[in-house]
């Protein structure tokens, strides 16, 4: 098998080695008052869906965890076909102002994918605006007219004979965004994130092979700045 490696690029501050425990499947990697970092495994929701049998999320456990937070909780989703790092503020003050630094593009996410195929350039930057397929939700389509602005940086780690791991850096944070810009030709990569049903050749049950290894960001109430890993399980 050919293999050709490189170094994905490192968050900008120093991970934090903290002793993980699990909550029903839910890792907790990093907790204080005021915030929790949760480790998401494939196939749960982040938000309630609708009815009864879609009320398990990462909402709900964090919330039996931690029954004295208040507030809306939820600061940023995975889709739930994605695993991997995501942060919640168990305080209003917390979640507000980590729902400020999300829109002000002052957190780094970043992930890690296999995708299909082999893209061309060992790195770059896609520029792909997106909107929603309004008679195909959830699926979303590239719209140079009307699409939202959406850019994505990446980085080739991996190339083998049929599939390529790669790092992605979303300057954005649109829908399926990673999921699209890995998909499209003309722009794209044109190599499907593998496991993907809706825009690869993924079939039902599959695993995305999609992960949110890298999460960076200020504490509320100051401090510096803390980043975490989460190592990739594929």
């Known amino acids: ?31 204080t008052a005021e915030i929790v970092v949760v480790d998401k495994p494939p196939g749960l929701l982040s938000v309630p869906g609708k009815g009864p049998d879609k009320a398990d999320c990462v909402a709900a ?7 004295a937070a208040c507030g809306p ?3 940023h989703r995975l889709d739930m076909e994605t695993s991997g790092l995501m942060v919640l503020g168990l305080t209003t ?15 780094e996410k970043s992930y890690t994918a296999l995708v299909r195929g082999s893209p061309g350039r060992d790195e770059g930057e896609i520029s792909l605006p997106l909107r929603a397929d309004v008679s195909h939700r959830p699926f979303q389509v590239v719209d140079r007219i009307h699409g939202r602005a959406a850019v994505t940086r990446y980085r080739v780690l991996v190339r083998e004979t049929d599939r390529t791991r790669i790092w992605f850096l979303p300057v954005t944070g649109r829908t399926h965004q990673l999921r699209v810009h ?3 030709a003309g722009g794209g990569l044109g190599c499907p994130i593998i496991g993907d049903v809706l ?10 092979m999609l992960h949110a290894s890298g999460l960076s960001f200020r504490p509320p109430g100051g ?3 803390m980043g975490f890993t989460s190592p990739v399980p594929f």
């Open 1 to 31: 098998m050919n293999r050709t490696r490189a170094t994905g690029p490192a968050l900008r501050v120093i991970g934090y080695a903290v002793e993980p425990g699990p909550v029903d499947q839910l890792r907790i990697v990093h907790a």
């Open 61 to 67: 456990r964090v919330r039996a965890a931690f029954p």
């Open 73 to 75: 909780l939820i600061v």
């Open 93 to 107: 003050g917390a979640q507000r102002e980590l729902s400020r630094q999300f829109e002000s593009r002052d957190v």
């Open 182 to 184: 890995a998909a499209a």
């Open 199 to 208: 825009y690869g050749d993924g079939r039902p049950g599959d695993r995305l």
């Open 223 to 225: 401090g510096a700045r």
